[in-house]
């Protein structure tokens, strides 16, 4: 059984850091795809940033590309986003997604079998 726990979510002033933690387990496949997903209020959900655990290929959307980096660690199989320069417009409930044995690995295109239970994340101005 696959599970995801997503951490530190929090709190911060416009141009702070935060860095997510997605702690995987369960997982079967050798390489598998692992997304952030964000939803603010009133808005949909939009895929942030995703990892091919095999390859730790990488995608970022364009509005956190310069400022984000999703990160893989094998060792304690935890996917990492750090973000920083944070906006208010970042201001969301993130959620880590997987989907196994997907090297494509991007946010949209299929469905992601599996979900966190989301971290909050606030960035006042």
């Known amino acids: 059984q696959v599970q995801l726990v997503e951490s530190g979510g929090g709190s911060v002033q416009a141009g702070g850091s935060l860095r997510l933690s997605c702690a995987t387990s369960?997982?079967?496949?050798?390489?598998?795809?692992v997304a952030w997903f964000r939803q603010a209020p009133g808005k949909e959900r939009e895929g942030v940033a995703t990892?091919?655990?095999?390859?730790?290929?990488?995608y970022l959307r364009d509005s956190v590309r310069d400022r984000f980096t999703i990160s893989y660690d094998a060792d304690n199989n935890t996917v990492y986003l750090q973000m920083d320069s944070l906006k208010p417009e970042d201001t969301a409930e993130y959620y880590c997604?997987?989907?196994?044995?997907?090297?494509?690995?991007?946010?949209?295109?299929?469905?992601?079998?599996?979900w966190g239970q989301g971290t909050q994340v606030t960035v006042s101005s």
């Open positions: 369960g997982f079967t496949y050798s390489g598998n795809c």
């Open positions: 997604a997987a989907l196994p044995d997907w090297p494509y690995c991007r946010p949209w295109g299929k469905t992601f079998t599996y």
């Open positions: 990892i091919y655990t095999a390859d730790r290929r990488t």
